[in-house]
Structures are given as C-alpha cells and as structure tokens.
C-alpha cells in the first residue's frame, strides 16, 4: 500500500474556540491534497475540496470555485489513491450510512487510523448548511453559527460525498468518527452534511498513514485554551448531534 498523508491546517478544538483566522491559503492547501474539507477565513462557507479544485459553498448552499488567495483557518485534504473501490446500496440515513463505512473500514482492521472516502451517488435527500462570514476574536464556533448558519435540503440530486474519519483518541485535533461535506454534479450546490438517504453509490477509499499538521504562525494564536473545547459542542457543530 502506497503511504498517504492527511495534511491539516490547525485544529478543530482552535476553530470551536473562535480561531478562524487564516493559516494559509487556498493555492497553498491544494499543494498537499486534491480531496478534503474544511472551511474558510472568519468561517465564510463550508469547503469542500474535489479533484483538485476547492469549492465554496456559500450560506444559501450555492457552490463557487474558491479563491485560490482566500484564507483557509483549518482544513483536511490528501491525495487519494483510490485503494479500495466498493459499489453501496441504500441507506436511509446518516447513521446507516456511518455504520456501512464503519464496517468497510473494519474489514481492514482500520478503526484507529484515519480515512477519506469519497462517495459517487444519488441522493434522495441531503440535509445540509452553510454560512456567511463573521469577522471576531475568541468567538465560539457554536456562537457564530447561530448568528450565521443557514440550513437548506436538496432532494434527487447526484453528487459527490467526502468523508473523512477521525479515531476517538484523535477527537479535538478534528472531530472523531464521519465527517461529511457534499457537492452536486453540477457543482452548483453543497454544504456540510447533517443528514442524508443514499440511493446507491460508488466509493473510493484510502486509509490514511501519516499525518501533517500545520498549526498558525501568529502568537495569538497561543492564547486560545485549546482543552476548554467541549466535546459536546463539538459533535453538535460538526456532526449535528
């Protein structure tokens, strides 16, 4: 097996806790991966990284192709290999789905490694959000996005899913379990996913090795209690919990 590494920016215990400023760049994160997550400077949109291009989805779950100069406060992409490939049937919700991968996963022994898995499907119904920019300082994340988030359905659409896991002994450095961001073939709507039904897919799915980890430059950075991130914020933000 060919070693993949997870390149990630920040953490997302430094996002809970209102670090959004930006680490990096757009051009520079798509040096290190061509599929991922994340979000953007001040959390202006969910990012959803695929192919190489980095999309933004916008609060009203409009996509656009990212600015490759705007500010990424945390993200997690690699470049796929494509290792395994497996064809999905139904599933009738996020927890059906999360529990299929699980297993797919554990046929490989790999619960306590990372993984990206990117879906090809359709999509009887997707629950997602998005957000719109706000400037602050040790702002929460939960605090912005009740001030900012919107939530928006699509229904029959085909798209693609990208999943990342994390294990549990890495919760706070991202969220541990499925995290799922969806775009549409079109690539004219997406958004961070909360809930879903699959039809059928085709998934691609590559177990994660090595890890990179790229934390701010900046000394504020170092004022923020990185521990004082709840995890039960933290599944409420991240995985609608």
């Not at 051009?27 to 991922?36: F, I, M, P, Q, R």
């Not at 192709?65 to 500010?71: E, Q």
């Not at 992409?77 to 999360?98: D, P, Q």
């Not at 706000?134 to 605090?143: A, E, G, P």
Request: glycine content about 8%; some cysteine; charged content about 25%.
């Amino acid at each position: 097996m060919n070693a993949i590494k997870m390149f990630q920016v920040s953490t997302l215990q430094a996002l809970m806790l209102g670090y959004s400023r930006p680490v990096i760049t757009v051009e520079e994160l798509l040096k290190h991966g061509d599929t991922g997550l994340g979000t953007f400077e001040d959390v202006d949109g969910e990012m959803i990284v695929l192919d190489g291009v980095c999309y933004r989805a916008t609060e009203d779950g409009t996509v656009v192709v990212a600015d490759s100069a705007k500010g990424v406060p945390f993200s997690a992409v690699c470049h796929m290999n494509r290792s395994r490939t497996f064809e999905m049937g139904e599933a009738r919700c996020a927890a059906e789905l999360k529990s299929e991968l699980n297993n797919r996963i554990e046929e490989g022994f790999g619960l306590n490694s990372m993984h990206v898995i990117r879906i090809d499907g359709e999509f009887p119904m997707i629950d997602a959000r998005s957000e719109s920019s706000y400037r602050s300082m040790h702002v929460s994340l939960k605090t912005i996005l009740s001030k900012t988030q919107k939530s928006f359905c699509f229904e029959n659409v085909k798209g693609s899913l990208v999943c990342v896991y994390y294990p549990d002994y890495m919760d706070g450095i991202n969220a541990a379990g499925w995290h799922f961001h969806f775009v549409s073939d079109d690539r004219k709507c997406g958004g961070h996913v909360f809930e879903i039904a699959m039809k059928r897919g085709t998934a691609f799915l590559d177990k994660i090795n090595s890890i990179e980890l790229k934390l701010p430059d900046e000394p504020v950075f170092d004022t923020y209690s990185l521990k004082n991130a709840s995890e039960s914020e933290i599944k409420q933000v991240e995985q609608g919990e």
